[in-house]
């Protein structure tokens, strides 16, 4: 397994959308949302290294993007548009199974 890099995650998530939308959204931004995600990954307990694959849920990408919509919906320095939510958040996760590869 590689090691997690912020910044090619960041790019990886720029890349899934538009370039005039990615252009709206500086790094920390994109930061923020990454913290999201690992937010709830903590909350949901899938960050506990005892966790055995056959115990983690199937697919928590709808419930993840669920979550990562009404967080930044919260967060009023948030500017991340809602339809761009989704395919930054699968970014990510792409860049995470990428790594496990």
Known sequence: MNEYDTNAAIKMMREAIPASASDRYDDDQLLNLIDIIWDYYEINGLLDIDIDDSDEPDDVVP????????????DKGAIIA????????????????????
């Open 63 to 74: 419930e993840l993007i669920d979550y990562a919509t009404r967080m930044i919906k919260k």
């Open 82 to 101: 809602p339809e761009h939510i989704e395919p930054l958040v699968r970014a990510e996760i792409s860049y995470e199974d990428m790594l496990i590869s």
